[in-house]
């Protein structure tokens, strides 16, 4: 499926509801993921990987690991409401190439 244009991706972004984090226990991610929200996988107490669908509505499955030590890593965080934000930002490299910034629970396009 072809990606929504940009224009469109950031006005739409504005207008809908920040996404929130999910915290799951277990090593994998499960099945089915949110349509929009955000799955933080945490296993033994440890966090160690981020999985949503990608938000251009390509519907590819990301997966971005925050386990201390692997690499590439991703930082997550959430602020006192539960919106997460992810750094560094997220850029598919096959599919659909999207750019963008997860910042509390808002997408961020990149050019
Ligand atoms: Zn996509």
Same mark, same amino acid.
């Given at each position: =499926?072809?990606?929504?244009?940009?224009?469109?991706? &950031?006005?739409? %972004?504005? @207008?809908?509801?920040?996404? $929130?984090? /999910? !915290?799951?226990?277990?090593?994998?991610?499960?099945?089915?993921?949110? %349509?929009?929200?955000? #799955?933080?996988?945490?296993?033994? *107490?440890?966090?160690? &990987? #981020?999985?949503?669908?990608?938000?251009? *509505?390509?519907?590819?499955?990301?997966? =971005?690991?925050?386990?201390?030590?692997?690499?590439?890593?991703?930082?997550?965080?959430?602020?006192?409401?539960?919106?997460?934000? @992810?750094?560094? &930002?997220?850029?598919? /490299?096959?599919?659909?190439? $999207?750019?963008?910034? !997860?910042?509390?629970?808002?997408? !961020?396009?990149?050019?």
């Amino acid at each position: =499926m072809k990606a929504a244009p940009l224009w469109w991706r &950031s006005f739409t %972004s504005r @207008l809908t509801p920040r996404r $929130s984090l /999910r !915290v799951l226990n277990g090593d994998t991610l499960p099945a089915t993921l949110p %349509s929009r929200d955000l #799955v933080l996988m945490r296993d033994d *107490g440890d966090d160690w &990987s #981020v999985g949503f669908q990608c938000p251009c *509505g390509c519907g590819q499955r990301l997966e =971005m690991m925050v386990l201390k030590g692997v690499r590439p890593r991703w930082d997550i965080t959430t602020d006192n409401r539960g919106h997460p934000t @992810l750094h560094p &930002s997220v850029w598919l /490299r096959a599919g659909c190439r $999207s750019h963008f910034w !997860v910042r509390r629970g808002k997408i !961020v396009w990149c050019e």
